[in-house]
């Protein structure tokens, strides 16, 4: 299937990845949903990243948790299954990437805690029902991300650099983005930065934490910074968790919430 397949549902959406008959990314299959980060660790862990995502909210603001061991969230989607319904996986071991599996069903465990944070993706939506334009879209790509100077408040064993996703926007659009955006928190809110990325640690452009996504920019654009769900990668990895799973790139929880619902709500 390519990036021009609908799915009637979420829940359609969720069956055809759970049997491999979608792959691609979620930004331009699920524009109307929430979608967002996954972060599993194991429940000796979990309060402290919640902790974590508390005191970083803009970066990981929190939609849901789960119980131990449990790899459901029904309040989040119809037979969402956090085992075999996002696409693809990253598993880490003491800190390393060990794996990319396409599900995590084998090596589930009982003690294992789920979070579903928000996502820029979800936004994206929002930004373009109020006329900014998002050329990653257009040109069938996502928003790239980087790592940056700036820290995130500390919750042992979590800490580390803050983690953006950047999108090439004009002046115009930067400002209407920004304005959107600021109401909507569970989404990340208001930009952290926008131009002259050298001053939060980004040198060069090209060079994006996971290697893709939109990296150059237009004479008459600028690059806009939002705090980003990958911050929470980061985290585990400075903490080097015997073991904890994410998402992959690109590859988010597809929720049945729906984006508007969810922002008039807030």
């Known amino acids: 299937m390519n990036s021009t397949t609908t799915f009637d549902t979420p829940l359609a959406l969720r069956h055809a990845i759970r049997e491999r008959r979608w792959t691609g990314y979620t930004n331009h299959i699920a524009p109307h949903h929430v979608q967002g980060n996954l972060m599993i660790v194991p429940a000796a862990y979990a309060d402290a990243f919640a902790a974590f995502c508390a005191a970083n909210a803009q970066a990981l603001p929190l939609l849901a948790r789960s119980e131990p061991g449990v790899p459901f969230m029904p309040a989040l989607g119809a037979d969402l299954d956090l085992r075999t319904d996002v696409g693809g996986y990253m598993v880490f071991r003491d800190g390393e990437l060990s ?16 979070f579903v944070l928000g996502c820029s993706f979800s936004f994206e939506t929002l930004l373009r029902n109020h006329g900014v334009r998002l050329r990653h879209l257009d040109e069938g790509n996502v928003s790239a991300m980087y790592v940056t100077s700036l820290q995130t408040e500390a919750c042992e064993p979590f800490k580390g650099p803050l983690v953006v996703s950047m999108r090439a926007l004009s002046p115009a659009d930067a400002i209407r983005a920004t304005l959107v955006s600021s109401r909507h928190t569970m989404f990340h809110g208001a930009p952290v930065h926008i131009g002259l990325p050298q001053l939060i640690g980004i040198e060069d452009l090209s060079q994006s934490y996971g290697g893709h996504g939109l990296t150059t920019l237009r004479e008459d654009e600028l690059p806009v910074f939002w705090a980003c769900g990958a911050t929470a990668q980061l985290a585990a990895m400075h903490a080097r968790l015997p073991f904890c799973i994410t998402h992959y790139k690109a590859h988010m929880v597809v929720t049945d919430l729906r984006i508007e619902e969810l922002a008039a709500s807030a």
């Open 99 to 114: 794996s990319t599996p396409e599900s995590i069903t084998d090596i589930w465990r009982d003690d294992l805690v789920a």
